[in-house]
């Protein structure tokens, strides 16, 4: 009795006496990602009395780089902020961030996190940022659109030839009116490099040292891109915008298939009135085996703060990297737990059997090769060269002529003129 | 004024056909909220409202906890429209009461630039300065930089000039000063501008998002717009627009309110050239 | 005869509130922010690189920032033009006194209660090029499927429809409030002489609202020039290519999302100047034709 009262009493004076360690998280994620970054955030917290993390949306991703930034420069920075992968090389250059391998002690085990992840965020082997949100591009269908069409709803295509003969009968019989969309065209156009072993730029994709030439205009881009235009022209490809449209067009089930990201699976097949199947990215034959490349945002610890903060930040780090939280994490977003545990407790508890289309994204990026193509593409000003490809792409997708090749490598060669003077641009302030 | 029978009947047809057109997108946010998930993405598209009004708006209210959001934005909005119609009174006068005096052109170009500095270009030195200021996370950091009006200078001078002068000439003739014209005549003169500028300025303080955004840090301080941004689906995810539209439209319920109140005076204003 | 009241220090006092704010507020942040054009900058500012006017050459030669010019215009000058009339027409109807108008008046002025992101969301999914219903009902109508993200001309005229509309109730909200300024007996000696409706309104209506018209000509341009950035970002992100890429969007990518200081405050001065001269000659010429009582 005495111990329980001295344990007790204990306790109190921690919970009472010890001043509580505030870490401040600001993010990007809202609709219903915000209940499940909270339901984290909660979960710490109680387990956890002598520190409070409060997590703080802020915005878009843009939004938050620049609150970020803003406060960083007056001294008043967050301890740690969420930053999308194309912020990567930024991040590492900006000389405000702690890379999380200095704060973990010797004896994590960076073995568990999921390979192609680990390999994207980390710079000679060593890892920068908190994997958080991580996912990939798949190919999503609409079944009872194949069935109408007189497709086999159980064998989606698997070249570019195969979708687009697809697509041809989707719209030809009626079944709808379009065969394929996807919005975020720069991001698709850099999955399909990775996807076939093909670099995007220059020094390993940037990898190796500061990229200063981009890759995409060469003979892969323009097949990729001459593809897309024909697919356009023939009514099999429906471009509507750059980000929610291709969403939109295929759960209206005005196409019949959709190239998106596997953090859309939770919500897209909550909202389809059909079958929604799912596989593996289609391929450009003669092309070499790559992988599909990483996409999303990690968390980043900033500079500034006390030994104490740092412990504490850490603690909150491991903690999202723990096998129940990360499962949780997968389960109510779709993005890919961080763990390799993880992946084993979910399908050991049968999740993968419930929902089959959770489990595409993992055969395909652990099928692919773990070749340097596929390891993620790291620029400077990355941002900016999205924005150029993706006019560019858009640009494409109005020709109307019928020489693809030539209209694609024009229009290409223009945009990597473009993409070359920003990573110019980069080296000069930071050096190669 | 007689009207003809024929003309009042065109008038509503003409208004109504009009009022179909342009509240079309609000019509349509409001049929979107209340649809259920499924429903919000069915094609051909719907034009009749559903049945899951009540479950969309608790969804909405609840998980931005928009009572304390709401509460937030009307404070700043109704501080920052008053203040701005004060100040922007009492500059109009400076420029068409007293004459040419010195710095009178750089004065006025001064306030009307204010509309020409884009924000997001000078995000990082202002908030720089609200550090200096102490004012992060503040009210004060969400009102005062905003008292300044192009807009209410530049009505408010547009509606000074068309006051005949004679009406200043007698306040002087009658030995009051300019702050009693200001106040005894012109203020009253100027209702039906004042309510106008209310409604607009308080509207476009309820519409301000990435200001608020970057200044502020906790719950508690954080405004509507940030609300629906919230709501709004981040990514790739396929978002759910009947939440979204429900809040939006809780959203624009406020400003209805006050364009309610400020109708009247917006519409009844006397005119000035009876009083001649 | 003159407004004027022999007052020395009264206008300095009363003009001060504001300059102050402007000035501790927007002036001295945006001069900071201007100076940095003729740098290059690292996102975190950490690194600073004096250029000259690299950032100003590099935009005089850029073809697409000429052509980002010439989209501007004609955006600016077809929201202004559409906002302006659309506004006065529906105001002037608006303006009789008959029952029930109250209620048109409310919804009428009540759409500029949305905020621009939201406006934009709207929009976008009314116009979503295979499920959006305005898509759907022209495709039924006139059996023309209206696939604007894939044609640049057709989004430059969407966008130019969305702004408009956003503004519009701002502009009637104005033109009411300018209407009431105008003496009815005016109008009704000038029915007794037999003026028809259409001659009252040019003869009347149009010189004595001038001074509304003037100011929300100026304003409905500053908005068209410098406003539109969120609108902008959610319809078409300045595509498809840069179908509908403005300057002020051009300058909120650069500056807000690529996060390229130096080039942003280029752009923004180049903006600035151009803008500020537009006012100058509008307040020089057009004002020349403003009726102040």
């Given amino acids: 009795m005495k111990k329980v009262l001295v344990f007790l009493f204990i306790v109190l004076l921690m919970t009472v006496a010890l001043p509580k360690v505030t870490i401040t998280l600001w993010h990007a994620m809202s609709g219903s990602r915000l209940p499940a970054v909270e339901a984290i955030v909660n979960g710490f917290n109680a387990t956890h009395p002598d520190i409070e993390v409060v997590a703080q949306f802020t915005g878009s991703y843009a939004e938050t780089l620049t609150k970020a930034i803003a406060a960083y420069r007056a001294n008043d920075q967050p301890h740690i902020v969420q930053v999308y992968e194309v912020g990567l090389q930024t991040m590492l250059d900006s000389g405000a961030i702690v890379p999380v391998y200095e704060l973990a002690g010797p004896d994590f085990d960076w073995g568990d996190v999921i390979g192609p992840i680990l390999e994207y965020y980390s710079v000679n082997g060593k890892l920068y940022s908190m994997p958080f949100n991580s996912s990939t591009a798949i190919l999503y269908y609409n079944k009872d659109i194949f069935k109408a069409a007189g497709l086999d709803p159980n064998k989606p295509p698997t070249t570019f030839s195969e979708l687009y003969e697809y697509g041809r009968k989707i719209v030809e019989s009626g079944a709808a009116p379009g065969g394929i969309s996807f919005g975020w065209p720069a991001w698709v156009f850099e999955q399909m490099h990775a996807y076939h072993a093909q670099f995007y730029a220059n020094n390993e994709n940037g990898r190796k040292a500061k990229a200063t030439e981009v890759y995409f205009n060469k003979d892969f881009g323009i097949d990729v891109m001459a593809e897309w235009m024909k697919w356009a022209q023939d009514k099999v490809l429906v471009y509507g915008g750059r980000e929610y449209s291709a969403n939109q067009a295929f759960l209206s089930s005005q196409v019949a298939m959709l190239i998106q990201s596997t953090s859309s699976v939770g919500s897209i097949e909550s909202k389809a009135n059909f079958n929604v199947g799912t596989t593996f990215l289609p391929r450009i034959e003669g092309y070499p085996r790559g992988n599909s490349v990483i996409g999303g945002a990690t968390l980043w610890v900033m500079k500034g703060h006390t030994q104490k903060e740092y412990e504490a930040i850490w603690e909150f780090l491991q903690y999202v990297m723990k096998t129940e939280v990360t499962m949780q994490w997968h389960k109510s977003t779709g993005y890919f737990p961080a763990t390799n545990s993880a992946v084993k407790a979910l399908l050991d508890e049968g999740w993968f059997v419930e929902h089959p289309n959770h489990l595409t994204a993992f055969l395909q990026i652990l099928s692919g090769t773990r070749v340097p193509e596929a390891q993620g593409v790291r620029l400077g000003n990355f941002v900016a060269i999205r924005d150029v490809v993706d006019s560019a792409i858009e640009e494409a997708l109005q020709y109307t002529g019928t020489n693809y090749k030539k209209e694609a490598k024009r229009i290409l060669d223009n945009a990597a003129k473009k993409a070359n003077t920003i990573l110019e641009e980069y080296t000069m302030i930071y050096g190669k | ?276 | 005869m003159q407004r004027r009241f022999p007052n020395k220090v009264l206008p300095y006092l009363l003009v001060s509130p504001s300059i102050v704010v402007v000035i501790i507020f927007l002036v001295i942040p945006t001069i900071q922010s201007l100076y940095m054009s003729f740098f290059r900058v690292s996102p975190f500012g950490d690194r600073l690189i004096f250029v000259k006017l690299y950032n100003f050459t590099k935009l005089f030669k850029s073809t697409d920032y000429v052509h980002s010019l010439l989209i501007t215009l004609v955006f600016a000058a077809a929201v202004v033009a559409l906002g302006i009339t659309i506004g006065l027409l529906i105001s002037v109807v608006l303006n009789q006194r008959l029952k029930g108008l109250n209620y048109y008046r409310t919804l009428f002025i009540w759409t500029y209660a949305i905020s621009p992101a939201v406006a934009g969301t709207i929009w976008a999914l009314m116009f979503d090029p295979s499920s959006g219903p305005i898509v759907y009902i022209i495709k039924t109508l006139f059996n023309v499927k209206l696939n604007w993200m894939m044609n640049g001309n057709l989004a430059l005229v969407i966008v130019i429809i969305a702004a408009s509309w956003k503004m519009l109730g701002y502009n009637i909200i104005f033109f009411l409030a300018g209407l009431q300024t105008i003496p009815e007996e005016l109008l009704e000696a000038a029915s007794i002489d037999g003026a028809s409706s259409v001659r009252k309104f040019f003869k009347i209506t149009l010189p004595l609202l001038s001074p509304t018209t003037f100011f929300l000509l100026i304003m409905n341009m500053l908005y068209a020039f410098f406003q539109v950035f969120g609108l902008i970002d959610i319809m078409t992100k300045g595509g498809p290519g840069n179908a509908t890429e403005v300057l002020v969007y051009k300058l909120y990518r650069d500056g807000f999302i690529n996060l390229d200081t130096g080039f942003a405050s280029a752009q923004s001065v180049v903006l600035f100047v151009f803008v500020a001269i537009l006012t100058a000659l509008q307040f020089k010429y057009a004002e020349r034709r403003v009726f102040y009582g």
């Fill in chain 2, 1 to 276: 004024m007689k009207t003809k029978k024929s003309k009042i009947v065109l008038t509503y047809i003409f208004l109504s056909i009009m009022l179909v057109v342009i509240i079309f997108p609000v019509y349509y946010a409001f049929t979107m909220s209340t649809f259920n998930s499924k429903e919000a993405y069915s094609f051909p598209p719907r034009f009749l409202p559903s049945t899951h009004i009540w479950e969309n708006y608790k969804t909405a209210w609840t998980t931005v906890n928009m009572g304390r959001l709401i509460f937030n934005s009307s404070f700043i909005s109704v501080t920052v429209a008053l203040a701005k119609i004060g100040l922007s009174i009492m500059a109009a006068f400076a420029f068409t009461y007293f004459g040419e005096f010195k710095g009178k052109f750089f004065f006025f170009t001064t306030i009307l630039i204010t509309h020409m500095l884009p924000l997001p270009i000078r995000i990082v030195p202002t908030y720089d300065l609200m550090r200096s200021f102490g004012w992060i996370n503040t009210y004060y950091a969400l009102t005062i930089p905003f008292f300044a009006s192009a807009t209410g200078t530049l009505l408010f001078r547009q509606l000074f000039l068309t006051v005949p002068p004679s009406l200043s000439d007698a306040a002087r003739i009658d030995g009051a000063g300019p702050m009693r014209f200001l106040v005894n005549v012109l203020i009253p003169l100027s209702k039906t501008n004042i309510g106008a500028l209310f409604l607009i300025e308080f509207t476009y303080m309820w519409n301000v998002y990435l200001w608020p955004m970057i200044i502020t840090n906790s719950n508690n301080m954080r405004v509507v717009q940030i609300g629906i941004k919230m709501l709004l689906a981040s990514e790739a995810q396929a978002a759910d627009w009947n939440i979204i539209m429900a809040g939006t439209i809780l959203a624009m319920l406020p400003p209805l309110l006050v364009l309610l109140i400020f109708q009247k005076t917006i519409m009844e204003g006397f005119s000035l050239k009876e009083e001649k």
